[in-house]
């Protein structure tokens, strides 16, 4: 059984309009009665009373309606920078996206961020122009800035009468306007030949054909139609909701196949059960079902929610194409794999968190429901990356921004009762591999305390390119009895090797390098002299792991990375003199200006710590007139004395502070 669903993604620049129009599509469905503002906490997807308090999407959330006879789940995402996480996790689910785009504001540095990420991940993108009603609201304005610094691959779908007033309107163009005609062939014509020999050779094309080459060039996220309009007023909606479901292509999935699915974000319920959000790729999954997630996990589904008609309400299955919430799932994490993978999903499509810092609770008999409350917030967004030093029982978070730190700190106070601090933030770096390093501990040796043989290679990689683990061994000396197959040996090791590298030589995260096993054996009651003992177990190779991948990186050696943003000023020209030598003493790379007449733009390199310190800068050095936006642009080496950070875990380059902490570890669990 075929169904046909469409995972719609709105995203945008915080205040871009995109929860309003959310409201407003709903409204126009026949979902809800009235819209809802943002403004009185009254929409149906800012339903955290920070997201009502402040005014802003802090968690992602799905509503669902129908256009004929297609469902549309739409997830809105936060536009705020600090929570592009949630955006993060959604892409992955994504049949197609609205980017909202401001009239008044144009194009702003989280819209280009964004568009960035939708057309590498090739996700068909609608754009909509929202707020024609404002006063600053601009037309040809906007459609230039979108092809100059979004994409060129755009189609204006209409014009608007009224601009800049309350009675705006958004008039779509017919068969019969030249202006759409032009601009379909010349957009369409870039990917299509024969459309291109038509336009060059001056013959007439169909306006039925030219559509449907916007529809097959905008589901292969070739062309990008425009649609303006008002989310507030209505003008448009409509229009944007013809377009996405003649332009968008709904998923036909087939229920009857293999499970599979992703889930996308985890929530708990008001008795503190999980719920997890997945999209399903394909088959079906039943309440009482078991079912497979990660590595090897596998639990019993006990509820199940499907979104319909604005809400998700409970249902004896969710199948492919559909979202679904999930009970009973005590163990999945986000981003996990139910059932089978049968998509390849990227990861990070934006940048890491750059900054961390130590949350303390006021009052210091909190400290152990404060890492209860933490672990929960990471269900929620693995990328805090909870921390904890058992050595000085701290408790450290990862952070986008000020205004992140500042959302933790008011739920850990609103939803778990718990007054806390922070420290100062600081800047997250890396360690990266400088050359090859090669370690090995072999099954009986004195130095081997375990019943295993482990060796690994470990080699720099490209930079941005994570760590790749691979196997090098015999596999007739691979413990199949323990993993089961080739595959799941494979992944537990990698998984081993990560979670060790999570602290380096310096105590950073080390990443860019390959990983490879170039020696494995286990331990058999029956087996050869070199080989006969006690049957290997899966904590031997586990608990080995880690000293082999710290002697072989030790061996390599590291350095230490720190982040880095590109960013382009926007200044008066007469200011250049005083800005420059400012982002040269921060220690920017600066290019050469380009001068504009009144205003310039410089474009720089700098460490990302330096970077807000010239965002404060700019105001005194420009006289309030200079406009700063930056871009993650990865790491660069420390030059000078490499900084560490103190480990949370013991070393096991030190064997014995590693085998107090593993004998510790056994009698916590045994009490």
């Not at 194009?107 to 404002?134: E, H």
């Not at 299955?317 to 005590?330: M, R």
């Not at 921390?387 to 986008?400: M, P, T």
Request: negative net charge.
């Amino acid at each position: 059984m075929l169904r046909r669903t469409l995972n719609l993604g709105i995203l945008a620049h915080v205040d871009a309009g995109k929860t309003t129009l959310t409201e407003r599509l709903l409204y126009a469905a026949g979902v809800i009665d009235e819209p809802g503002s943002v403004d009185d906490g009254t929409t149906q997807t800012d339903s955290l009373a920070l997201e009502q308090q402040r005014g802003i999407t802090i968690r992602s959330a799905v509503v669902s309606f129908a256009i004929d006879n297609v469902t549309v789940n739409l997830i809105d995402t936060p536009g705020h920078p600090d929570f592009i996480a949630e955006v993060e996790r959604v892409l992955s689910v994504l049949d197609g996206a609205v980017l909202v785009v401001s009239a008044a504001e144009g194009v702003q540095p989280q819209t280009r961020l964004l568009m960035r990420a939708l057309r590498r991940l090739r996700i068909p993108t609608l754009l909509f122009v929202n707020k024609i009603d404002r006063a600053a609201a601009g037309y040809e304005r906007v459609l230039e800035a979108i092809s100059e610094r979004l994409t060129p691959a755009i189609v204006a779908m209409g014009s608007v009468d009224g601009l800049g007033t309350r009675a705006a309107r958004f008039r779509p163009f017919g068969a019969g306007d030249a202006a759409l005609r032009t601009s379909l062939t010349e957009v369409l014509a870039e990917q299509d030949d024969s459309i291109l020999a038509a336009y060059v050779e001056d013959e007439g094309i169909s306006y039925r054909r030219l559509r449907e080459e916007l529809a097959t060039q905008t589901g292969q996220a070739l062309a990008h139609p425009v649609f303006f309009g008002s989310a507030i007023t209505g003008a448009g909606v409509d229009s944007l909701m013809s377009g996405i479901a003649e332009l968008l292509a709904a998923t036909e999935g087939d229920a009857d196949g293999p499970v599979s699915g992703t889930v996308f974000k985890i929530e708990r319920g008001p008795a503190g059960n999980k719920i997890a959000y997945v999209r399903m790729f394909s088959g079906t999954v039943r309440t009482r079902d078991r079912l497979r997630f990660g590595p090897d996990a596998e639990e019993k589904v006990t509820a199940i929610s499907v979104f319909d008609s604005g809400s998700a309400v409970p249902r004896a299955a969710v199948s492919a194409g559909e979202i679904g919430k999930l009970w009973g799932l005590g163990d999945i994490q986000i981003g996990d794999a139910v059932g089978r993978s049968l998509t390849a999903t990227e990861h990070h499509h934006f940048a890491p968190p750059t900054l961390e810092t130590v949350v303390v609770p006021r009052n210091a008999d909190d400290k152990a429901a404060l890492r209860v409350a933490l672990a929960q917030l990471a269900e929620q967004d693995p990328l805090i990356d909870v921390r904890q030093d058992d050595v000085l029982q701290e408790l450290s978070v990862s952070l986008y921004g000020e205004v992140q730190k500042e959302v933790i700190q008011a739920t850990l106070a609103n939803d778990f009762g718990l007054d806390v601090t922070f420290r100062e933030t600081t800047t997250i770096c890396i360690e990266r591999p400088i050359g090859t390093g090669e370690a090995v501990e072999i099954l009986h040796a004195e130095s081997n305390p375990f019943l295993a043989t482990v060796g690994l290679r470990i080699d720099p990689a490209p930079d941005g390119s994570g760590i790749d683990f691979r196997l090098q061994v015999d596999t007739r000396t691979i413990p199949l009895y323990v993993y089961k197959n080739i595959e799941s040996f494979t992944e537990n090791m990698g998984q081993y090797v990560r979670r060790t590298l999570q602290e380096g030589l310096f105590g950073w995260q080390v990443t860019d390098c390959i990983v490879t096993m170039t020696e494995c054996t286990y331990s058999v009651p029956d087996g050869p002299p070199s080989r006969r003992g006690p049957l290997s177990t899966a904590a031997d190779f586990r608990k080995l792991t880690p000293i082999v991948a710290m002697r072989a990186l030790e061996q390599a050696r590291t350095v230490v990375c720190e982040p880095i943003v590109r960013v382009s000023l926007e200044i008066p020209t007469d200011t250049i003199g005083v800005v420059m030598p400012a982002s040269a003493r921060l220690g920017a790379a600066v290019e050469t200006p380009s001068l504009q007449g009144k205003l310039s733009t410089i474009e720089m390199v700098l460490p990302a710590a330096r970077a807000y310190d010239l965002q404060r800068q700019l105001p005194r050095l420009t006289g309030g007139e200079g406009v700063l936006e930056s871009g993650f642009a990865g790491y660069q080496p420390v030059s000078g004395d490499q900084p560490t950070r103190r480990r949370t875990t013991a070393n096991p380059l030190n064997l014995d502070e590693y085998m107090t902490h593993l004998a510790r570890r056994v009698q916590e669990r045994s009490n």
